[in-house]
């Protein structure tokens, strides 16, 4: 019996995002089982992500029943941490049963070898965003920031994501990104002739392309905008676009 593709999708941004485009990764999540046995999610799935001790957030709730969902179903589920949604635990690899992954890896992916990773903070530039990366992914700050009380956390997240702008500034930043990342993907494939594919998300732009015969980059996209997502097989590599959508 063949083996079924590996999916691979990223930037859902659920909980800054339209109820529209909330529904439609969910959906996707529901028919994951019927498309797959083993799911790449490249990172930023959540807005935002932070494990307490003894809560979970309320508008995880949706995404959260699907994933346990997907265990349930024997679907093999890997999360890159995205900056978005870095901050994994014992929730979402022991009572979710998903391998967390804090990028970037040297991984199979769909047959291949693939290198994996969310995106932020490797193309170069932007040392501002990468020295706070260090600090805010550090032990103390996971630990003074569990201090504060969800609702507050919650509050104080909001106020510095920009997720659901969709105005000329914010499309030139996903531009720029995509651009750099795409670069970035051909340096570490010229840097590893083991390598058969990079993917990461991040840009918030689909991208598939043939750097050298045989070796791709692949960007899924997000679920803000474009609705896409990765397939890929030993045969093929593809990029889909998710079509179940609420009045699609």
Do not use: C, Q
């Not at 991984?107 to 903070?121: C, F, I, K, P």
């Not at 919650?154 to 994501?161: F, G, I, K, N």
């Not at 590893?192 to 991208?207: C, K, N, Q, S, Y």
Request: aromatic share 8%; net charge negative; charged share 25%.
């Amino acid at each position: 019996m063949p083996r079924s593709p590996t999916l691979v999708a990223s930037d859902a941004h659920l909980g800054a995002t339209s109820a529209e485009a909330a529904a439609a990764f969910l959906a996707f999540l529901e028919a994951v089982p019927d498309l797959t046995d083993d799911l790449v999610l490249a990172g930023d799935v959540f807005d935002f992500w932070f494990e307490y001790g003894s809560v979970v957030r309320r508008d995880a709730f949706p995404a959260l029943r699907r994933l346990a969902g997907l265990r349930d179903a024997g679907v093999r589920v890997r999360l890159v941490g995205g900056n978005h949604d870095a901050w994994g635990g014992s929730f979402l690899a022991g009572d979710l049963g998903i391998e967390l992954i804090d990028g970037p890896v040297v991984t199979e992916v769909g047959g291949r070898r693939s290198y994996l990773a969310h995106g932020d903070g490797l193309a170069g530039g932007d040392l501002g965003y990468r020295f706070l990366k260090g600090v805010t992914r550090s032990r103390p700050a996971r630990a003074l920031f569990r201090w504060l009380h969800p609702d507050l956390a919650d509050r104080l997240v909001r106020a510095v994501s920009r997720t659901p702008a969709d105005d000329a500034a914010a499309r030139t930043r996903d531009e720029n990104r995509a651009r750099l990342l795409s670069g970035h993907a051909r340096t570490v494939l010229e840097a590893d002739p083991t390598l058969e594919l990079v993917i990461f998300g991040h840009a918030h732009r689909p991208e598939l392309t043939e750097a050298a015969p045989g070796r791709h980059y692949l960007n899924p996209g997000d679920w803000i905008r474009h609705f896409t997502y990765g397939e890929v097989s030993p045969e093929e590599i593809a990029l889909r676009r998710w079509d179940a959508r609420p009045g699609a």
